[in-house]
């Protein structure tokens, strides 16, 4: 009895992937489909059952026998060589689409980059320079009016309070006395003993008032062996909840914010300085003021070389005319 040699459905799964081969170019996953579907040792393992059954029918067959199996034999192996050589061109096409497909996914990344970096620096080329003179604006009219408060301030009218700095009655945080928040009366287990109020841990005061209903006196253990025991009374008092005082706080002041100019060797906006005083904003105005923008070429970078300009085939044609 003769093996089977590949089935038409075998065949017409080989003849499938070779059309994909064939075809358009196929995304990874039809690709890996396709390779998936290869089944090398089987189509090996036909081939040589099909050897086996051309034994046979060299013992026991006729020649036509023999012929028929040996182009069974022939058709076998083609479709086992096919199977490699589709493996093999599948396995290319996949890294390649993979790396196309990384290629395109790193494309459309950079694209979406730029497309989002040119609209902020559209953004900053349009928005900085308002941005940065109305931050200077605002600052003269700070300067302006700590001006006002700092004369006005040196001769109050009667009753009335200085002046706060604007900055600071904005941004600033004044101190503030203790403030109480909640008063309230509790009984507390303390040490009788004790110099001041020590009262015991909130575990132990549930502990003693069940131990001790009823009684303002009880004893807790004490030391590490519970040696000894120690006298406590229930004491009345007053539980305070409270917000310590705080100390004024000032925050740094804005004149310490640098605008520098838009482009390299544009006049800033404003300088930063280290102090805010009054005197130091206004110099840093008029600094700014009589700033002219650096010039397209800076005098003081320009550099002078010389270059043989001759040709070298020149002397050679003078010899020559000679």
């Not at 029918?57 to 589709?86: H, M, Q, S, W």
């Not at 009366?185 to 001041?196: D, I, K, M, Q, T």
């Amino acid at each position: 009895m003769w093996h089977r040699n590949p089935t038409k459905g075998e065949r017409a799964v080989i003849q499938n992937i070779l059309k994909t081969i064939r075809g358009q170019a196929k995304s990874v996953a039809d690709l890996e489909r396709a390779l998936a579907q290869i089944d090398i040792p089987r189509l090996e393992a036909d081939a040589e059952k099909l050897e086996g059954d051309r034994r046979l029918a060299l013992l026991d067959g006729t020649d036509k026998d023999v012929e028929l199996v040996e182009r069974k034999i022939e058709v076998a192996n083609r479709e086992v060589e096919r199977a490699y050589a589709a493996k093999a061109e599948l396995e290319r096409r996949i890294n390649q689409a993979r790396n196309s497909e990384a290629e395109q996914t790193k494309v459309a990344r950079y694209e979406a980059a730029k497309s989002q970096a040119d609209a902020v620096a559209k953004a900053l080329t349009k928005e900085y320079p308002e941005i940065a003179r109305k931050f200077v604006t605002l600052i003269k009219a700070l300067a302006e009016a700590q001006t006002a408060i700092e004369q006005a301030n040196q001769s109050l009218p009667d009753g009335v309070p200085p002046l706060l700095d604007p900055e600071f009655a904005v941004r600033g945080k004044p101190g503030e006395p203790e403030r109480t928040l909640k008063s309230e009366e509790v009984a507390l287990w303390c040490y009788a003993n004790a110099s001041g109020i020590q009262a015991l841990p909130q575990d132990q005061q549930l502990e003693l008032n069940a131990r001790f209903q009823g009684s303002d006196r009880g004893t807790v253990s004490s030391g590490s062996g519970g040696g000894y025991n120690s006298l406590v009374v229930r004491r009345r008092l007053v539980k305070r909840t409270y917000l310590p005082a705080s100390q004024t706080e000032r925050p740094d002041s804005i004149f310490t914010i640098a605008m520098p100019g838009l482009k390299v060797g544009d006049v800033p906006f404003w300088q930063a300085l280290p102090y805010s005083d009054l005197r130091s904003v206004r110099g840093n105005l008029d600094k700014i003021a009589s700033m002219r923008p650096a010039p397209g070429i800076n005098q003081a970078d320009v550099r002078i070389e010389y270059i043989d300009e001759i040709p070298s085939a020149e002397p050679a044609m003078a010899e020559a005319a000679e």
